[in-house]
Nanobody, 124 residues
Framework: VQLQASGGGLVQAGGSLRLSCAAS????????MGWFRQAPGKERESVASISGGGGVTWYADSVKGRFTISRVNAKDTVDLQMNNLKPEDTAVYYC??????????????????WGQGTLVTVSS
């Protein structure tokens, strides 16, 4: 499975961005997909995840109510809509996939495939 993340950029606080992750390879539509981020000087953290069928989603407390993860299996894409962005959301965002239908505990080590990362910068 190959993942390609896009959509990052520079935005002012309170603004919005939509990240997209395009997947290619076998059985990707049934995989759990997640978004992670890594801010400068910090460890990578899980932001959101979505089950293979799209019926179950999970969000980190820090983004709950502001971010929305969605997937369109027919297009093999998983998006992350980010609204009301804050400077603390500044990070490199990565999409990831694990070959299970359900996402489990969303630990970084549970994901087998990773995209290259896209930078999101939120100015105050």
């Amino acid at each position: 499975v190959q993942l390609q993340a896009s959509g990052g950029g520079l935005v002012q606080a309170g603004g919005s961005l939509r990240l997209s992750c395009a997947a290619s390879g076998r059985t990707r539509s049934t995989y759990c997909m997640g978004w992670f981020r890594q801010a400068p000087g910090k460890e990578r953290e899980s932001v959101a995840s979505i089950s293979g069928g799209g019926g179950v989603t999970w969000y980190a407390d820090s983004v709950k109510g502001r971010f929305t993860i969605s997937r369109v299996n027919a297009k093999d894409t998983v998006d992350l809509q980010m609204n009301n962005l804050k400077p603390e959301d500044t990070a490199v965002y990565y999409c990831a996939a694990r070959p299970t239908y359900n996402c489990g505990t969303n630990g970084e080590g549970e994901y087998d495939y990773w995209g290259q990362g896209t930078l999101v910068t939120v100015s105050s």
